[in-house]
């Protein structure tokens, strides 16, 4: 079975530090990893995949087979960075999104 | 393009009852899928509908049914509903049988007392 696990529910970081925010998958196949964000009051949008390999909003995230990782990364937070973020993985031949628990994002000013 | 759209937005139901909720794709979107999101469990999936067939179904029991119709709209209906059933039920629509993003609604929140 496929899981996906975000171990911070919570994370606050200051405006201009850098954040991360972990997520570890646990699947025997060829995943496909996203990244999805939700700011308060609005609804859940893709931020970004692992397959694009690009750069949304400053966020990267490389995935790392060997460590089964996705984490996400930002050099320099800001506060418009503020808001819920998930880890979801869809498997080969499931076409649904298996989340992660989210964590929650707060950048202090 | 006009976005996701759910309705109702917001539902009172007390246990024992039955609900169905809608949602509209983004236009010439084939898929959608339903999602139930909850503090304790998080997102979960619930099922995915393609040209009017199930696809794939979470492990959600029996009380928990959709459907799709000729211009992909979905509906998805809860029977005898209970407490527990109290979530935020997100829908999502892609464009392609192997879609890929997902574009989710703003949500169905159901309350059961």
């Known amino acids: 079975a496929q899981r996906v696990t975000q171990p911070e529910k919570l994370l606050s970081v200051f405006k201009g530090a850098p954040v991360e925010l972990k997520c570890n998958y646990s699947?025997?196949?060829?995943?496909?990893l996203f990244w999805y964000v939700q700011y308060s009051r609005q609804r859940l949008q893709l931020l970004l995949r692992?397959?694009s390999r690009e750069s949304i909003k400053g966020f990267t995230a490389d995935l790392n087979k060997g460590e089964t990782s996705f984490h996400l990364k930002k050099p320099f937070a800001q506060e418009e960075d503020s808001a819920m973020y998930y880890c979801?993985?869809?498997?080969?031949?499931?076409?649904?999104?298996?989340f992660g628990s989210g964590t929650q994002l707060t950048v202090l000013p | 393009k006009a976005g996701v759209t759910q309705t109702p937005r917001y539902l009172i139901k007390t246990r024992g009852q039955q609900v169905t909720l809608s949602c509209s794709p983004i236009?010439?979107?084939?898929?959608v899928s339903w999602y139930q999101q909850t503090p304790g469990q998080g997102l979960q999936f619930l099922f995915e509908?393609?040209?009017?067939?199930?696809?794939n179904k979470g492990n959600f029991p029996g009380r928990f049914s959709g459907r799709q119709f000729s211009n992909s709209r979905s509906e998805m209906n809860v029977s005898t509903l209970e407490l527990g059933d109290s979530a935020l039920y997100l829908c999502?629509?892609?464009?392609?049988?192997?879609?890929?993003?997902?574009?989710f609604g703003p949500g169905t929140r159901l309350t059961v007392l």
């Open positions: 999502a629509s892609s464009p392609a049988r192997e879609g890929n993003e997902q574009f």
């Open positions: 699947y025997s196949g060829s995943p496909e």
């Open positions: 692992h397959i």
């Open positions: 979801a993985l869809r498997s080969g031949s499931a076409r649904q999104l298996t």
């Open positions: 236009s010439g979107h084939r898929s």
């Open positions: 509908y393609f040209s009017e067939t199930q696809r």
